[in-house]
């Protein structure tokens, strides 16, 4: 077990909607980040949060948002959602500042699905 | 934007050390090499990283080459429960002043599959 939980665990959702995922780090770490895996393929980069700011961005649409709290919790938004979101979502939780401890430990992820 | 390759898959033998290949010829002097595998659609598990000097842990070793563009990840006795997606990754900053962790950036991975 890593520490870092997800929710929910599956949803579905039909195009067009708005959905948030949520995710809870591991105990210390200060660092959130998001990766979207589609079927078969390996996790891409979504952004990074640190100290409540966004400090990097993948290739992705400003439909896809976030947010980091002050407890290092995050949530993922996008909106208009469309079938090629279909994926599932993981989050990464990671400590920046120390280079010795610089695992990022995943969730079991958010299976989300789009009709 | 993956700066590594990998086999596409590899067998080994229950018991038998798993020696699995990784490139990483683009790499730059301060990126880390990480290794992470992933079981069905599980989250991934961290295994092990290194900088430049190879490193041991209770699940693995990992050797890097001296010239730093190829590493081996070494499962010293393969058991059942090893079979999974194996994915060889170079920490990328997302910035040239250093202050982010950096992002993964993951390829397609060697499928693993251990048999009896």
């Known amino acids: 077990e890593t520490g870092v939980t997800q929710s929910p665990t599956h949803l579905i959702k039909t195009r067009g909607q708005q959905v948030t995922l949520r995710c809870s780090s591991q105990s210390g770490h200060n660092t959130v980040s998001w990766y979207q895996q589609a079927l078969g393929q390996g996790p891409q980069f979504i952004f990074q949060?640190?100290?409540?700011?966004?400090?990097g961005r993948g290739n992705f649409p400003p439909r896809f948002s976030g947010l980091q709290f002050p407890n290092y919790s995050s949530e993922l938004n996008v909106n208009a959602l469309e079938l090629d979101d279909s994926a599932l979502y993981l989050c990464?939780?990671?400590?920046?500042?120390?280079?010795?401890?610089?695992?990022?430990?995943f969730g079991q992820g958010t299976r989300l699905t789009v009709v | 934007d993956a700066k590594t390759t990998q086999p596409t898959s590899m067998d080994c033998a229950e018991g038998r050390a798993a020696n699995l290949p990784c490139n990483h010829s683009?790499?730059?002097?301060?990126?880390?090499v990480y290794w992470y595998r992933q079981i069905h659609s599980q989250g991934p598990q961290y295994i092990i990283h290194?900088?430049?000097n190879n490193e041991t842990n209770e699940m693995a070793s990992l050797i890097i080459t001296e010239d730093r563009k190829s590493s081996t990840l070494i499962l010293p006795h393969a058991t059942l429960r090893d079979t999974a997606v194996y994915y060889c990754?170079?920490?990328?900053?997302?910035?040239?002043?250093?202050?982010?962790?950096?992002?993964?950036?993951f390829g397609q991975g060697t499928i693993l599959t251990v048999h009896p």
């Open positions: 990754i170079v920490r990328v900053p997302l910035n040239a002043g250093g202050t982010s962790y950096g992002k993964l950036t």
């Open positions: 949060y640190y100290r409540e700011e966004e400090n």
């Open positions: 290194g900088l430049k």
């Open positions: 990464a939780s990671s400590l920046f500042g120390e280079s010795g401890r610089a695992e990022a430990f």
């Open positions: 683009t790499i730059s002097g301060n990126e880390y």
